[in-house]
């Protein structure tokens, strides 16, 4: 079998059109939320589907899926409009019923020939997710596009591209999800879609006084890159980790029994990350290093969100250290700033963000030595059925979750070449420090040795 980074193929594709709504929808303006429109969130999130030939299936699946997706947006209509800034930077949503861009193509390639391992960087993806000139952009754009490439074996790979702005991870399933349940003859989606974005505003003290911030949000100070975990695109170096059961038992034997009961997988994980990632850039002991990690409100005791709701909810709080103390420290340490930053975050703590992102202009969270993870193996997308069964792969199009390479990685539910379920990371960093990080993650994906931790 080819690797797919290695992989070459020719895609032909029609002109993109714009698919308004199939009926009428109300002309209005709607404002989003305080969570919405931050610096950090004003790019364009890909993600892709890999589909496999349908044995009950011979139909064509684009114009089905054009199709549907006109359908849905009679519900999901604000995607069919355009955003505008208004003052202080706000962003708000001018329901025009323009449209969403579409394009059909073909490709002379199979499944077959890309890794059994479907995961990100994808070959020829810019061929998969064709950039329609104009269309990247933040205002005046389409807020969603959709691209149907037909493959050589029968199978199909539907990527998306949404205004990240409009909705987070969880809300793109959901609209998804409603496109999967119409394209197999649903008369309107489960779900009833909830705009509610006064939900995240800023709180007010009056009419006209906003509430101060109730925390310290060191997620958005800033910071200067004086290590060089910044570099540009073509200097950066791609690899990819998978965790499965083996890999997390591992690393948890390396851990103090305490701390093994009461960490999570994903803050284990993470911890591990941070100070691999640390030890490879070798910054000055005395460099502030940052892990930022994404966390939903959605589900979480007193939560304000309702069902159905589908626009950002979640915080981005940050554990900090210097160097020198990550590295003179256990693994566990990290793991343990990670947690106490994780289980921050609540209903309080968010609308403070609010409150800052309106009165500091909706800054960017601190990019410079800082690492930002992103879980997204629960949100459910390769759950999805859109009439030729699940997918051999759902999830991000490329590793990072931010527009700026090195700075984040997703979390993605795989099956990898042997069968087995579990996370695939995607790590982009600067050539010379991956192979001493790759060494580092390594070390700790092999078992300890038993006595290790029996005086801890």
Not at 431 to 452: C, H, I, Q, S
């Amino acid at each position: 079998m080819a690797s797919s980074s290695a992989l070459e193929f020719t895609v032909r594709r029609k002109l993109a059109v714009l698919v308004p709504p199939a009926a009428p929808t109300p002309r209005e303006l709607k404002r989003l939320s305080d969570i919405d429109d931050q610096d950090g969130l004003r790019f364009q999130l890909p993600v892709i589907h890999f589909f496999r030939q349908h044995d009950g299936r011979d139909d064509d699946p684009a114009p089905v899926l054009r199709g549907t997706i006109a359908a849905v947006l009679v519900h999901y209509y604000p995607f069919a409009g355009r955003l505008r800034e208004l003052e202080g930077r706000k962003l708000a949503v001018d329901c025009t019923g323009e449209g969403v861009l579409f394009v059909e193509a073909d490709a002379d390639v199979r499944l077959d020939q890309f890794d059994a391992a479907l995961g990100p960087p994808f070959p020829c993806l810019d061929e998969l997710l064709f950039d329609v000139p104009g269309s990247s952009g933040i205002l005046d754009c389409p807020l969603l596009l959709f691209q149907v490439t037909r493959l050589a074996c029968g199978g199909f790979v539907m990527a998306v591209r949404i205004q990240h702005t409009m909705a987070d991870a969880a809300g793109m399933v959901q609209l998804l999800g409603a496109i999967a349940e119409v394209a197999q003859g649903a008369p309107a989606p489960t779900v009833r879609p909830v705009w509610g974005r006064e939900l995240l505003q800023a709180p007010l003290l009056n009419d006209d006084v906003l509430l101060p911030p109730r925390f310290a949000h060191r997620e958005y100070d800033d910071v200067v890159d004086m290590i060089g975990a910044i570099a540009p695109f073509e200097f950066m170096v791609h690899r990819s980790f998978f965790i499965g059961w083996r890999e997390i038992s591992a690393i948890r034997s390396h851990l103090p029994s305490a701390l093994n009961r009461k960490a999570t997988n994903f803050e284990v994980i993470t911890g591990c990350l941070w100070r691999c990632r640390t030890v490879a850039l070798a910054p000055h002991a005395d460099e502030e290093m940052r892990m930022i990690c994404t966390v939903n409100i959605r589900g979480k005791k007193d939560t304000i969100i309702p069902v159905g709701y589908y626009g950002n909810a979640f915080a981005s709080p940050v554990a900090i250290s210097t160097a020198g103390d990550l590295l003179a420290n256990h693994v566990s340490y990290a793991m343990e700033l990670v947690m106490k930053a994780k289980r921050e975050v609540d209903v309080e703590y968010i609308l403070s963000v609010a409150t800052l992102m309106a009165q500091r202009g909706r800054p960017h969270f601190a990019v410079a030595r800082t690492y930002l993870v992103s879980d997204v193996t629960k949100v459910g997308i390769r759950d999805l059925d859109f009439g030729w069964g699940k997918p051999v792969y759902a999830g991000p199009a490329n590793g990072g979750v931010v527009a700026l390479p090195g700075v984040g990685s997703f979390f993605i539910a795989v099956r990898n070449a042997m069968g087995e379920e579990g996370i695939a990371i995607p790590v982009c960093m600067p050539g010379p420090p991956m192979d001493k990080f790759v060494n580092e993650m390594g070390k700790l994906m092999r078992p300890a040795l038993a006595d290790t931790f029996s005086k801890m």
